[in-house]
Antibody, heavy 123, light 107 residues
Framework: EVQLLESGGGLVQPGGSLRLSCAATRFTFSSYGMSWVRQAPGRGLEWVSAISFTGDSTYYADSVKGRFTISRDSSKNTLYLQMNSLRAEDTAIYYC????????????????WGQGTLVTVSS | EIVMTQSPATLSVSPGERATLSCRASQSVSTNLAWYQQKPGQAPRLLIYGASTRATGIPARFSGSVSGTEFTLTISSLQSEDFAVYYCQQYDNWPLTFGGGTKVEIK
């Protein structure tokens, strides 16, 4: 079965940086768009960023635009999220999610999710 | 940005009863709407996509429907494992947006 394993979370001071990784296995990573979704403690889901299966197209929530960068390395079957200028409101569990529909630039809903990695921004 | 509004925030239902959850979009999203279930400490699970198509392995007691910009998730007969938080998500336009969630609790 598809597996997504996030890593890279931790405690960081406001203004700091972190890079999250998501290792993907048991599916053809290069054929699917991917996304990051976060969930602040006790709150709902918030979409953060997405990347097309080719990596040519990237999309961001306004709340992270200019601070976060999504990328992928299909040779390593890994998705990344570079997070800079972190703020307290970025504190959340960050989930990596696989787009359900193969290829295509449409239909960004997600059939597999990782277990998440916790990012805490605090001094 | 398309705002997704879910109601009610909390739904108290007895096992075996029917649960009806609503999700309203601030503008048309066609049928580009998904529903997810999330249990405490777990990642979300895809239930429905295309407003009414069940995802692989989802029991038939879960169904989705749409009328204009109003979407409904119905659980026909609640089982113990169905008590959870449910989210809708539109994927018609960027940015993708989720509703605030409906918690289905045991009455």
């Amino acid at each position: 079965e598809v597996q997504l394993l996030e890593s890279g979370g931790g405690l960081v001071q406001p203004g700091g940086s972190l890079r999250l990784s998501c290792a993907a296995t048991r599916f053809t990573f290069s054929s699917y768009g991917m996304s990051w979704v976060r969930q602040a403690p006790g709150r709902g889901l918030e979409w953060v960023s997405a990347i097309s299966f080719t990596g040519d197209s990237t999309y961001y929530a306004d709340s992270v635009k200019g601070r976060f960068t999504i990328s992928r390395d299909s040779s390593k079957n890994t998705l990344y999220l570079q997070m800079n200028s972190l703020r307290a409101e970025d504190t959340a569990i960050y989930y990596c999610a696989k787009k359900s529909v193969i290829g295509s630039i449409f239909g960004y809903y997600f059939d597999y999710w990782g277990q998440g990695t916790l990012v805490t921004v605090s001094s | 940005e398309i705002v997704m509004t879910q109601s009610p925030a909390t739904l108290s239902v007895s096992p075996g009863e029917r649960a009806t959850l609503s999700c309203r979009a601030s503008q048309s999203v066609s049928t580009n709407l998904a529903w997810y279930q999330q249990k405490p400490g777990q990642a979300p699970r895809l239930l429905i996509y295309g407003a009414s198509t069940r995802a692989t392995g989802i029991p038939a007691r879960f169904s989705g429907s749409v009328s204009g910009t109003e979407f409904t998730l119905t659980i026909s007969s609640l089982q113990s494992e169905d008590f959870a938080v449910y989210y809708c998500q539109q994927y018609d336009n960027w940015p993708l947006t989720f509703g605030g969630g409906t918690k289905v609790e045991i009455k």
